[in-house]
Every structure is written in C-alpha cells, then in structure tokens.
C-alpha cells in the first residue's frame, strides 16, 4: 500500500457526462501529479500541483480538464463532456521534495471507460 | 522539448536469463528514475540516479546512468518470475515518461 488513494477505481460513463476523480496523498507529501495511462504506454503528465498551487500543465490536455487542490491536500480532476478517447486509467501521484531522491508514490489509479 | 526513448519495447527471456533495457534522453538530465508497473498494477519507484557515470545495485538489478547524463541502463541478472513487468523510465521533473519495456519471462 502506498498509501495515496483514488477514488473510484472505475467509472463508466456515457459520452457527454461529465466525471471528477478523487486523489487523496500522502499527508506530509506536498506535490501532486496527475498523469493519464493507455494501454501499452508510459504515464503521460497532466498537470503538477505544489501545495495548493497549480504550478504545471500539459499543453496538450484539452480545456474539458480541469484539476483542483483547494487546500493543498486532496486534489479533484474533473473531464467535463467525456468523449471515448477520454477512456484510459487516470493515475495520482504524490511526492515529497528532497535534495537527491524525490520519488513518486503512485496510487491504484481510477479507470474511465467512456461509453 | 524533452523525449525519453526506451528500446526495446517488449522483450521476452527464459527464466535465468539476464535482461536489459535502454533509455535514452533527447537532453541532458539532472536525474533520472526508474519505475516498475505489475500487470494491471501502478507504477512503483525502483531508483533514482544523479550523478554522471552512476552505477547502483538491488540484489539482482544493475542500473547505470551514462556520463553525458542522456541515457541510462537497467539490467536484470537471472530473471525470476517475478520480475514480470514494464520498466519506465522518467526525466528529472517526473513529467517525461518512456513509453516502457514490457518484460515476458518463460518458464
């Protein structure tokens, strides 16, 4: 366990609808990642969170997504009009800056499927 | 902007034979990270490595890191079952990943 929760694991959805993710860290652990997993692939970065600030996005990511961290401790992702290229496995990682070893502590990930 | 290559992307082994994969960084890296993903599980952290021409060992995995600090290596010795997976690789700001080596083993 690594202690960073998703919630849910799953969600399916019809195209249109709306979906928010849930991503609980580890609680001493300041940054947040939000990364996006196909079949096949490496995480594909989403957006960066440092306490409650916003500090990274990706430029490919459609203006349909938007990601809070209102008090910089769990954070929401939100796909507003899910389209069926939006299925994959939405992953949540949380980290702790350090001067030689800042690794990621993934959680279990929420799988979309967009009907 | 930054690209993490990983080769090969599937390699399958005997069990007992040794493994290795590649990744290779289109910039110079400050660090890079090396991740492992179960089948159906998450991305779990394996190691960091920082310094040109690093080299660190986990009982059987070797991982090396070039002394341009733009590719990196990791070896596996007399693969177990266990270590059935895919290995990422990820850029020093953690938003770069490699797309992975998927590692069959058979028995």
């Known amino acids: 366990d690594t202690g960073v929760s998703q919630d849910p694991r799953h969600k399916i959805t019809k195209r249109g609808q709306n979906v928010t993710f849930r991503c609980d860290p580890i609680?001493?652990?300041?940054?947040l990642y939000w990364y996006r997993q196909t079949l096949g692939q490496g995480p594909e970065f989403l957006t960066y969170?440092?306490?409650?600030?916003?500090?990274?996005k990706s430029r490919l990511l459609s203006d349909r997504f938007s990601a809070e961290r209102p008090k910089g401790s769990f954070s929401t992702l939100e796909i507003q009009r899910t389209e069926q290229g939006d299925s994959a496995m939405y992953l949540c990682?949380?980290?702790?800056?350090?001067?030689?070893?800042?690794?990621?502590?993934f959680g279990s990930g929420t799988q979309l499927s967009v009907l | 902007g930054q690209q993490v290559m990983q080769i090969p992307q599937y390699q399958h082994v005997q069990e007992g034979e040794d493994f290795t994969t590649y990744c290779n960084s289109s910039?110079?890296?400050?660090?890079i990270q090396w991740y492992k993903q179960r089948p159906g599980g998450h991305p779990v952290f394996l190691i960091q490595?920082?310094?040109?021409?690093e080299v660190k060992k986990q009982k059987r995995l070797t991982f090396q890191f070039g002394e341009a600090k733009k590719n990196s290596s990791l070896h596996i010795t007399a693969t177990q079952t266990t270590d059935v997976g895919t290995y990422f690789c990820?850029?020093?700001?953690?938003?770069?990943f490699g797309k992975g080596t998927r590692l069959h083993i058979l028995p």
């Open positions: 490595l920082v310094k040109s021409g």
């Open positions: 969170f440092q306490n409650e600030a916003q500090l990274e």
């Open positions: 910039t110079t890296l400050s660090n």
């Open positions: 990820s850029g020093d700001d953690k938003i770069i």
């Open positions: 990682a949380s980290s702790f800056p350090g001067p030689t070893n800042e690794k990621l502590f």
């Open positions: 609680s001493e652990h300041n940054r």
